[in-house]
């Protein structure tokens, strides 16, 4: 994992597409938001965002259909923390498109992920190009907001 600090963007970090990567930066999130003593649901709201998106981009777009060598960073995730919100980035080498949040169901084994995005965050959108597809989501620094999505 490869570690970058950046005045405009916050914090970013590159990783492979590896599962195991997206646990290590879901850590480092979590380590920088309780050093920043935000209220421990919102640690754990943005946690849940941003692992969902990490492994999403991982499993469907870390460069999925491009000669890779193993362990090549594929994925960049990225926070920022300011004006009321944890500002999550999520950019993978995938263009094959995007699923729209699936709404919960018993016949589902997965694709609930997105649905949970949208239910915690302040607002998220996906952006589209030929050098990949990223998605940034935003969620609330404020408690009372965390109250009301958890």
């Known amino acids: 994992m490869t570690r970058m600090s950046h005045e405009e963007i916050g914090t970013m970090h590159r990783i492979p597409a590896d599962l195991g990567a997206v646990t290590a930066v879901r850590r480092?999130?979590?380590a920088e938001l309780r050093g920043a003593q935000l209220d421990p649901r919102v640690v754990q709201d943005a946690a849940l965002v941003v692992h969902e998106l990490a492994e999403n981009a991982v499993r469907h777009g870390g460069g999925?259909?491009?000669d890779l060598t193993p362990g090549t960073p594929a994925v960049e995730v990225s926070w920022h923390v300011g004006d009321?919100?944890?500002d999550?980035?999520?950019k993978d080498l995938?263009?094959?498109g995007f699923n729209a949040p699936a709404w919960?169901?018993?016949r589902l084994d997965g694709g609930r992920?997105?649905?949970i995005v949208e239910q915690l965050c302040r607002s998220w959108d996906v952006q589209h190009g030929p050098?990949?597809?990223e998605v940034s989501a935003r969620v609330d620094t404020r408690s009372d907001a965390a109250e009301v999505t958890a």
Do not use: F, K
């Open 28 to 30: 480092a999130l979590v």
């Open 64 to 66: 999925a259909g491009r």
């Open 84 to 86: 009321g919100v944890v």
């Open 88 to 90: 999550l980035r999520v």
């Open 94 to 96: 995938g263009t094959a």
């Open 104 to 106: 919960p169901t018993s």
């Open 113 to 115: 992920g997105l649905h």
């Open 131 to 133: 050098d990949g597809t």
